[in-house]
């Protein structure tokens, strides 16, 4: 018998949630809680055991709790039941609960009971609230009715009269810890849609505020005792309606009770629900954005319950009083800011906005009353009101007084205001981006963005300003960096086209309402367009080459620019997700950063001027050699060089380099010798692999073959080559220079190939020199400049000419394992000043310690020789 | 089985999972990872306050193949992640026990 009961509940049950899957059920949670309700009366109705409890003398009552009592009864739901007795509990009720419950076991129903006396259970309900708040929810199934009322009775004068002010106090204390340890659901890829902030228990804990104040029994109830406007219960309805539905497919895909939302199920539950994609959205990410939107809202009617709680228990008698704030027509009532009547708002629709500035200026927020105000009133707020100059200075105030801890901008948006002054902003609320990377929806995520950006401003009592604070201190125009924070992403409202740049076409229309000036309109428009380029280049370019830090300096052309660029960037990933903001990309970021700041600082590399003339030169080269080598391809091989090198050098010389270049083949270097016009010096142009000491080696060469030399300069000329240029006197040996300039080449052929091959030229370098011009000599000396690149460490030398100085000063460079990278040396008379920028041999980066340097310093000075003025003596005499 | 293990520079990854693909790898795991090696640390300057990357940031990629595959895989990876400079990171090899399909239940070359 009773095992065609719990058949009948099975079958019936299974009926039940065909039609619901199939989209005909809309009350299935009420309708399953009846089922299981019908089962209860057939088999009380049948039970012996029952009845022989009741005959002996021990009525009692069948009472359903928590969410099978709200009727609120999900697919896997638990039953939660409750045998109540008048007294005492008979033994027989062992009997009586085998009949009942174990068939419903056997069908894998997960059910849980209590059998209590009345005394029990009230005695247990205020020792332990979690069982308060499962009988604020119980319901009478069967049994004897006067058991039940007798306890709800006895239960609600207990509550009031002995234990409001700590039920209350628990409520709001536990929905604290609840937040803290699940955290805010509607930012989670994996939501949890019950326990998480914005989930079902807050719905719950609004409903048991008000049984606990109200003595109210159901839902409906909220707003017939004016918890709720009507509008409210409306959408709590519906919010809770699609969460439900959400929830029952959950369990019938699992299998099974849960609560978090997984992100393996999320495409599929889309489906069920009836999701298309459209427009480039996929069916999930409308179902994801809608189910915010829901979640939005219990977040809304949780805050409700927090505020009365507060300010009706919390909040001591003196704060009850409502004070006065700077403007009119705004009061503070128990530390919530709020309007000090509705006509106020009639008179003068501005303080719809003026409530938020007071709200962000004196960090109080709106009472939840002035939050519905601003909503009801919206209305007022008209064009004439949003393009008044006044209320522009006002909203951006606004958006400048916006944190994290204290979201003024987040109330603005639920109100509606922010949409009426930014209409197009409407387009990205609650819109998803449908992987693990993005967290937020894109609206909460441009305001997240906007209040990390406010973040940087240095907090007081900190010691030391972050790299952050200090950027942001020397952003002059912040408005111009927080507008685009605020709509960097407003593009991804047309997920037709690349989002940065259709946001920059959106967002100028916006920027001309807001009365800024031509150049910040630039400016916004510009950081939009470019919110990726640095943590793409960043991750995806060597930031150890210098090519890249100069690449980035000549795309963003300004510093100032490149300080916002660097804090958009910094907040933009912030507020994505952990997966876009770690330590790693920190690292990366920051780095990109402080070196493309160096190569703007110092200018040389990427001014528009350098910009310009390097364009001029590219476009030469091109012009000369466009009958000879194919275009994309010479256009490549110019990108790939090193930008000093396209500057220093002439149009007619790169085509020479790369002529020598593409003559290169498995040789260690080629070179060119060529005369100058009308003067005895030879230019001799070699382009070589990127040997390490090459550069040494060569003037070691000339100075072993007396080729004295007179200016060089030497290039990186492209990832692996170099590139040196030599200004050489003519050979002294004029009849076989060509002889020379050969045994030359053979020479630095094999000492290439052998360290050792200079040896004997080491010998030769003079270890005095007495000047002619018979003046009190100068000392040598050494300046090292390790601060204006951040590639380089950069070598000055200054000493006297000397055959073998060039040679002398670099080899002691490779002597200690350093590699010259650019020089440029050039002799005024016989006064020399020598620039080197070097890198380590092992780690191509540069020299870094202290103690490196001094080795460094301490290695040219020795293999310097000594000076001396020549014939002081004969002069004196 | 050989799992390959590489430590390489972030910008390489692209270069070296479009070099994969193209002798028919497809499946790898990568993590965002930082290290140092010969490869030392620098500073930066920024008004005065020096910044301090201690530890290189470096991708990491792992992946198993047959033992046959590994040196074609390894020379693939080497030569792709290669910019010639100090930093480009290790490859290491290592012997695989087995390998469990977790859906299926495939073992070994199968389950790759």
Redesign the interface.
């Known amino acids: 018998m009773n095992k065609t009961s719990a058949d009948i509940l099975i079958k019936k049950r299974e009926d039940l949630i065909k039609q619901f899957l199939h989209g005909n059920e809309p009350e299935f949670l009420e309708k399953h809680a009846s089922l299981i309700d019908e089962y209860f009366f057939t088999m009380f109705e049948k039970s012996y055991a029952a009845r022989d409890m009741t005959i002996k003398g021990f009525p009692f009552a069948v009472i359903a709790l928590g969410g099978y009592g709200r009727k609120e009864q999900c697919i896997h739901s638990d039953i939660d039941l409750l045998i109540l007795f008048k007294d005492s509990v008979p033994p027989e009720v062992e009997t009586f609960i085998q009949e009942l419950v174990y068939p419903l076991w056997d069908a894998r129903f997960e059910v849980g009971y209590a059998v209590r006396s009345i005394k029990e259970c009230l005695s247990m309900a205020f020792q332990r609230f979690d069982i308060l708040t499962t009988v604020l929810d119980a319901r009478f199934i069967c049994g004897a009715s006067l058991i039940y009322t007798s306890f709800m009775e006895q239960f609600r004068a207990d509550l009031s009269d002995n234990h409001l002010d700590s039920t209350l106090n628990y409520l709001f204390e536990h929905g604290e810890k609840r937040h803290f340890d699940f955290g805010d659901s509607t930012y989670r890829i994996t939501p949890d849609i019950k326990k998480g902030f914005g989930g079902l228990r807050d719905y719950h804990t609004f409903l048991w505020y008000a049984k606990i104040k109200s003595n109210i029994m159901y839902r409906r109830d909220l707003e017939y005792y004016a918890f709720l406007s009507h509008f409210e219960y409306l959408t709590l309805e519906k919010s809770l309606n699609h969460i439900w539905k959400t929830r029952n497919f959950l369990h019938y895909l699992i299998k099974r009770k849960c609560d978090t939302l997984h992100f393996e199920y999320q495409t599929e539950i889309a489906r069920l629900l009836g999701y298309k994609s459209k427009d480039n959205q996929l069916a999930v990410e409308y179902f994801l954005g809608d189910l915010h939107t829901k979640m939005d809202f219990l977040k809304q009617i949780n805050q409700i319950t927090f505020e009365d709680i507060l300010s009706n228990i919390r909040i001591k008698k003196e704060h009850s009083k409502s004070l006065p704030t700077k403007t009119n027509g705004l009061i503070i009532k128990k530390r919530r800011l709020t309007f000090s009547n509705t006509v106020a708002i009639m008179q003068e629709p501005q303080l719809l906005l003026k409530i938020f500035l007071e709200s962000g200026q004196r960090k109080i927020p709106l009472s939840i009353e002035a939050r519905r105000m601003v909503y009801e009133f919206i209305h007022l707020v008209d064009d004439n009101l949003t393009k008044a100059p006044d209320s522009i200075k006002i909203f951006k105030k606004v958006l400048a007084l916006s944190y994290w801890e204290f979201n003024v901008l987040n109330v603005m948006l639920t109100t509606g205001l922010l949409e009426k002054f930014i209409p197009e902003f409407s387009a990205i609320v609650n819109k998803i981006q449908y992987n693990h990377y993005h967290l937020f929806p894109v609206d909460k995520h441009s305001i997240r963005s906007v209040q990390i950006i406010n973040s940087f401003r240095k907090a007081r009592g900190l010691p030391v300003d972050t790299l952050y604070n200090s950027v942001f201190k020397e952003v002059r125009e912040k408005n111009v960096l927080i507008f685009a924070a605020l709509l960097h992403d407003i593009g991804k409202s047309d997920p037709g086209s690349e989002h940065s740049k259709a946001g920059a076409r959106i967002a100028h229309s916006i920027l001309k309402r807001f009365d800024f000036k031509e150049i910040q309109i630039k400016d916004i428009l510009f950081l939009i367009k470019n919110h990726l380029l640095l943590i793409k280049t960043a991750t995806r370019r060597d930031i150890s080459d210098e090519e890249t830090a100069v690449l980035m300096a000549h795309k963003i052309g300004k510093i100032k620019l490149l300080r916002m660029l660097y804090l958009l960037t910094v907040a933009d990933s912030k507020a994505t997700g952990p997966k876009a903001w770690n330590k790693w990309t920190e690292n990366l970021l920051r780095d990109l950063f402080l070196k493309t700041m160096g190569i703007l600082k110092k200018g040389e590399l990427a001014s528009r001027k350098t910009h310009n003339l390097i364009e001029k030169k590219k476009n030469i080269v091109l012009r000369l050699t466009k009958d000879k080598w194919n275009r994309d391809e010479m256009e490549r091989q110019l990108d790939s060089m090193s930008r000093r090198y396209l500057i220093y050098v002439s149009g007619q010389d790169i085509v020479n380099h790369i002529n020598l270049y593409k003559n290169l083949g498995s040789k260690d270097f080629t070179w060119q010798v060529s005369k100058e016009k009308g003067s005895n010096i030879r230019s001799v142009s070699i382009c070589g692999k990127n040997k390490p000491g090459i550069y040494s080696k060569i003037a070691g060469v000339f100075f072993m073959n007396e080729l004295d030399i007179v200016g060089s300069q030497a290039y990186s000329f492209g990832p692996g080559y170099v590139l040196d240029i030599f200004k050489v006197k003519q050979p002294r040996d004029k009849i076989f220079e060509k002889e020379t300039w050969e045994k030359a080449q053979n020479d630095l052929t094999r000492a290439l190939k052998d360290d050792h091959f200079l040896d004997k030229a080491v010998k030769k370098i003079p270890k005095m020199i007495k000047l002619s011009s018979g003046k009190i000599p100068r000392s040598n000396s050494i300046k090292i400049d390790n601060e204006t690149s951040s590639f380089f460490t950069i070598i000055e030398v200054f000493t006297y000419d000397f055959p073998g100085l060039l040679f002398s000063i670099t080899n002691a460079l490779y002597q200690s394992r350093t590699d010259v990278n650019v020089a440029m040396v050039s002799t005024k008379v016989d006064q020399v000043v020598d620039v080197f920028y070097i890198k380590g041999l092992e780690n191509d980066t540069k020299i870094e310690t202290e103690q490196e340097l001094e080795q460094i310093k301490n290695a040219i000075l020795k293999s310097l020789p000594k000076i001396e003025a020549k014939e002081i003596k004969n002069e004196k005499n | 089985m050989k799992k390959i293990e590489a430590v390489i520079?972030?910008?390489k990854?692209?270069d070296v999972k479009e070099a994969l693909s193209e002798i028919g790898i497809y499946g790898m795991t990568v993590t965002?990872?930082?290290g140092y090696g010969?490869?030392?640390g620098?500073?930066?300057?920024?008004?005065g306050?020096e910044?301090v990357?201690d530890?290189v940031?470096k991708i990491k990629i792992e992946l198993v193949v047959s033992s046959e595959r590994a040196d074609e895989v390894v020379n693939t990876v080497r030569e792709a992640a290669n910019?010639?400079?100090?930093?480009d990171g290790k490859i290491f090899v290592l012997p695989v026990e087995q390998v469990v399909r977790v859906r299926t239940g495939e073992t070994g070359t199968k389950a790759l």
């Open positions: 520079k972030p910008f990854l692209d965002e990872v930082s010969r490869q030392k620098h500073k930066e300057i920024y008004r306050a910044y990357v530890f940031p910019s010639g400079k100090i930093g």
